[in-house]
Protein backbone atom coordinates (compact mmCIF):
# COMPACT_ATOMS: atom_id res chain seq x y z
CA UNK A 1 0.00 0.00 0.00
CA UNK A 2 1.03 3.41 -0.70
CA UNK A 3 0.25 4.66 2.38
CA UNK A 4 -1.78 8.31 2.75
CA UNK A 5 -0.96 10.37 -0.61
CA UNK A 6 -1.56 13.97 0.14
CA UNK A 7 -1.02 16.84 -2.73
CA UNK A 8 0.69 19.14 -3.29
CA UNK A 9 3.77 18.83 -0.80
CA UNK A 10 4.32 22.41 -0.97
CA UNK A 11 1.89 25.38 -2.07
CA UNK A 12 2.80 28.82 -1.83
CA UNK A 13 -0.17 31.01 -2.58
CA UNK A 14 -1.30 34.66 -2.60
CA UNK A 15 -3.28 36.40 0.22
CA UNK A 16 -6.62 36.32 -1.36
CA UNK A 17 -6.09 33.15 -3.31
CA UNK A 18 -8.45 29.62 -3.09
CA UNK A 19 -6.26 27.24 -2.09
CA UNK A 20 -7.43 23.26 -2.37
CA UNK A 21 -5.55 20.48 -0.21
CA UNK A 22 -6.00 16.92 -1.45
CA UNK A 23 -6.02 13.67 0.21
CA UNK A 24 -6.22 9.77 -0.75
CA UNK A 25 -6.84 7.90 2.62
CA UNK A 26 -5.18 3.91 2.72
CA UNK A 27 -7.88 1.66 0.97
CA UNK A 28 -10.17 -0.03 3.62
CA UNK A 29 -9.66 2.76 6.21
CA UNK A 30 -12.93 4.29 7.19
CA UNK A 31 -11.71 7.42 8.88
CA UNK A 32 -10.28 10.32 7.63
CA UNK A 33 -8.64 13.18 9.62
CA UNK A 34 -7.35 16.80 8.91
CA UNK A 35 -4.73 18.30 11.09
CA UNK A 36 -2.68 21.29 11.03
CA UNK A 37 0.54 21.89 12.52
CA UNK A 38 1.99 25.29 14.29
CA UNK A 39 5.04 25.73 16.15
CA UNK A 40 2.50 27.87 17.87
CA UNK A 41 -0.48 25.37 18.30
CA UNK A 42 0.76 22.06 17.92
CA UNK A 43 -1.16 19.54 15.87
CA UNK A 44 -4.67 20.76 15.84
CA UNK A 45 -7.65 18.41 14.65
CA UNK A 46 -9.89 20.71 11.90
CA UNK A 47 -12.29 18.12 11.08
CA UNK A 48 -12.57 14.03 10.66
CA UNK A 49 -14.89 12.13 8.69
CA UNK A 50 -16.55 8.34 9.46
CA UNK A 51 -17.43 6.91 6.24
CA UNK A 52 -17.28 9.87 3.91
CA UNK A 53 -19.60 11.68 6.75
CA UNK A 54 -18.76 14.62 8.63
CA UNK A 55 -18.50 14.01 12.38
CA UNK A 56 -17.34 16.77 13.97
CA UNK A 57 -15.65 19.91 12.35
CA UNK A 58 -15.93 22.11 15.56
CA UNK A 59 -12.27 22.86 14.87
CA UNK A 60 -12.34 24.30 11.22
CA UNK A 61 -10.74 28.15 12.27
CA UNK A 62 -13.73 29.78 10.48
CA UNK A 63 -16.46 29.82 7.34
CA UNK A 64 -13.17 30.01 5.26
CA UNK A 65 -12.14 26.61 5.89
CA UNK A 66 -14.41 23.80 4.15
CA UNK A 67 -13.78 20.13 3.49
CA UNK A 68 -15.47 17.29 1.79
CA UNK A 69 -15.34 13.80 1.09
CA UNK A 70 -17.46 12.79 -1.54
CA UNK A 71 -16.16 8.71 -1.66
CA UNK A 72 -14.35 6.61 0.50
CA UNK A 73 -10.75 7.22 -1.38
CA UNK A 74 -10.37 11.37 -1.78
CA UNK A 75 -10.97 14.08 0.48
CA UNK A 76 -10.39 17.82 -0.05
CA UNK A 77 -9.12 20.75 2.38
CA UNK A 78 -10.11 24.29 0.91
CA UNK A 79 -9.33 27.27 1.71
CA UNK A 80 -11.27 30.48 -0.16
CA UNK A 81 -10.03 33.02 0.54
CA UNK A 82 -6.33 32.63 2.05
CA UNK A 83 -4.83 34.50 4.83
CA UNK A 84 -0.99 34.90 5.91
CA UNK A 85 -2.29 33.26 9.27
CA UNK A 86 -3.54 30.05 7.66
CA UNK A 87 0.03 29.37 6.83
CA UNK A 88 1.29 25.74 8.04
CA UNK A 89 1.47 22.24 7.65
CA UNK A 90 -1.74 20.57 7.30
CA UNK A 91 -1.79 16.58 7.48
CA UNK A 92 -4.24 14.35 6.39
CA UNK A 93 -4.32 10.91 8.30
CA UNK A 94 -6.71 8.14 8.05
CA UNK A 95 -7.30 4.98 10.31
CA UNK A 96 -9.20 1.66 10.07
CA UNK A 97 -11.47 2.66 12.83
CA UNK A 98 -11.71 3.75 16.67
CA UNK A 99 -8.64 2.27 19.22
CA UNK A 100 -6.63 2.39 16.08
CA UNK A 101 -3.81 4.20 15.09
CA UNK A 102 -3.40 6.91 12.15
CA UNK A 103 -0.96 6.80 9.39
CA UNK A 104 -0.13 10.29 8.71
CA UNK A 105 0.74 11.21 5.01
CA UNK A 106 3.52 13.75 4.34
CA UNK A 107 1.53 17.09 4.44
CA UNK A 108 1.42 19.43 2.52
CA UNK A 109 3.29 22.83 3.41
CA UNK A 110 1.07 25.90 2.84
CA UNK A 111 2.56 29.27 2.94
CA UNK A 112 0.08 32.26 2.37
CA UNK A 113 1.91 35.56 1.30
CA UNK B 1 -12.92 21.73 24.89
CA UNK B 2 -11.10 18.46 26.06
CA UNK B 3 -6.96 18.89 26.12
CA UNK B 4 -4.16 16.88 26.78
CA UNK B 5 -1.19 18.48 28.53
CA UNK B 6 2.14 17.10 28.06
CA UNK B 7 5.51 17.48 29.90
CA UNK B 8 8.42 18.23 29.88
CA UNK B 9 8.27 20.92 26.38
CA UNK B 10 12.21 20.07 25.90
CA UNK B 11 14.04 16.99 27.17
CA UNK B 12 18.36 16.40 26.62
CA UNK B 13 19.45 13.41 27.51
CA UNK B 14 23.41 11.46 27.28
CA UNK B 15 23.47 8.14 25.00
CA UNK B 16 22.16 5.38 27.16
CA UNK B 17 20.40 7.08 29.96
CA UNK B 18 16.63 6.91 30.16
CA UNK B 19 14.03 9.46 28.90
CA UNK B 20 9.86 10.22 30.43
CA UNK B 21 7.58 12.00 28.79
CA UNK B 22 4.66 12.40 30.84
CA UNK B 23 0.96 13.65 29.42
CA UNK B 24 -2.55 14.32 31.36
CA UNK B 25 -5.97 13.95 29.51
CA UNK B 26 -8.78 15.89 30.70
CA UNK B 27 -11.83 13.23 29.41
CA UNK B 28 -12.37 10.63 31.51
CA UNK B 29 -14.11 8.52 28.29
CA UNK B 30 -10.94 8.64 27.00
CA UNK B 31 -10.19 5.15 25.90
CA UNK B 32 -6.93 5.00 23.53
CA UNK B 33 -3.57 6.45 24.24
CA UNK B 34 -1.29 6.56 21.66
CA UNK B 35 2.22 7.74 20.98
CA UNK B 36 4.07 9.44 18.09
CA UNK B 37 7.38 10.45 16.78
CA UNK B 38 8.13 13.10 14.58
CA UNK B 39 11.42 13.32 12.79
CA UNK B 40 12.22 16.59 11.16
CA UNK B 41 10.41 17.65 8.03
CA UNK B 42 8.52 14.29 8.24
CA UNK B 43 5.01 13.03 9.45
CA UNK B 44 4.37 11.48 12.83
CA UNK B 45 4.84 7.74 13.30
CA UNK B 46 2.71 5.35 15.53
CA UNK B 47 5.58 3.88 17.73
CA UNK B 48 3.33 2.56 20.72
CA UNK B 49 -0.27 2.65 22.25
CA UNK B 50 -2.53 1.39 25.14
CA UNK B 51 -5.55 1.25 25.31
CA UNK B 52 -7.70 1.20 28.36
CA UNK B 53 -7.81 -2.09 29.28
CA UNK B 54 -4.09 -2.34 29.96
CA UNK B 55 -1.91 -0.62 32.73
CA UNK B 56 1.60 -0.74 30.68
CA UNK B 57 2.87 -2.44 27.42
CA UNK B 58 6.49 -3.12 26.28
CA UNK B 59 8.32 -2.89 22.90
CA UNK B 60 11.91 -3.14 23.11
CA UNK B 61 13.41 0.52 25.00
CA UNK B 62 10.04 1.60 24.65
CA UNK B 63 7.37 1.48 27.34
CA UNK B 64 3.56 3.56 28.27
CA UNK B 65 2.22 3.32 31.75
CA UNK B 66 -1.15 3.74 32.10
CA UNK B 67 -3.11 5.17 35.11
CA UNK B 68 -6.84 5.94 34.35
CA UNK B 69 -7.57 6.85 37.97
CA UNK B 70 -5.72 10.15 37.60
CA UNK B 71 -5.63 10.29 34.14
CA UNK B 72 -2.06 10.05 32.87
CA UNK B 73 0.24 8.20 30.81
CA UNK B 74 3.66 7.97 30.43
CA UNK B 75 6.17 6.59 27.58
CA UNK B 76 9.62 5.74 28.73
CA UNK B 77 12.84 5.29 26.36
CA UNK B 78 15.60 3.20 27.69
CA UNK B 79 19.15 2.81 26.62
CA UNK B 80 18.58 5.87 24.47
CA UNK B 81 20.48 6.48 21.12
CA UNK B 82 21.08 9.71 19.05
CA UNK B 83 18.34 8.46 16.70
CA UNK B 84 15.91 8.42 19.02
CA UNK B 85 16.14 12.59 19.11
CA UNK B 86 12.69 13.74 17.77
CA UNK B 87 9.50 15.38 18.26
CA UNK B 88 7.19 12.81 20.76
CA UNK B 89 3.54 13.31 20.95
CA UNK B 90 1.08 11.77 22.78
CA UNK B 91 -2.31 11.61 22.27
CA UNK B 92 -5.57 10.77 24.01
CA UNK B 93 -9.08 9.91 21.94
CA UNK B 94 -11.89 11.60 22.72
CA UNK B 95 -16.00 11.00 23.36
CA UNK B 96 -15.06 7.66 22.87
CA UNK B 97 -14.62 7.98 19.40
CA UNK B 98 -11.63 7.28 16.78
CA UNK B 99 -10.52 11.42 16.65
CA UNK B 100 -7.28 12.29 18.61
CA UNK B 101 -6.17 15.16 20.41
CA UNK B 102 -2.51 15.37 20.63
CA UNK B 103 -0.16 16.88 23.45
CA UNK B 104 2.25 19.44 22.21
CA UNK B 105 4.90 17.68 22.09
CA UNK B 106 8.33 17.00 23.36
CA UNK B 107 11.61 17.70 21.61
CA UNK B 108 13.84 15.16 23.08
CA UNK B 109 17.65 15.71 22.23
CA UNK B 110 20.15 12.49 22.94
CA UNK B 111 23.79 13.80 23.11
CA UNK B 112 26.61 10.76 22.41
Known amino acids: DAGVIQSPRHEVTEMGQEVTLRCKPI?????LFWYRQTMMRGLELLIYFNNNVPIDDSGMPEDRFSAKMPNASFSTLKIQPSEPRDSAVYFC???????????FGSGTRLTVV | GENVEQHPSTLSVQEGDSAVIKCTYSDSASNYFPWYKQELGKRPQLIIDIRSNVGEKKDQRIAVTLNKTAKHFSLHITETQPEDSAVYFCAASFQAGTALIFGKGTTLSVSS
Open chain 1, 27 to 31: SGHNS
Open chain 1, 93 to 103: ASSPGQHYGYT
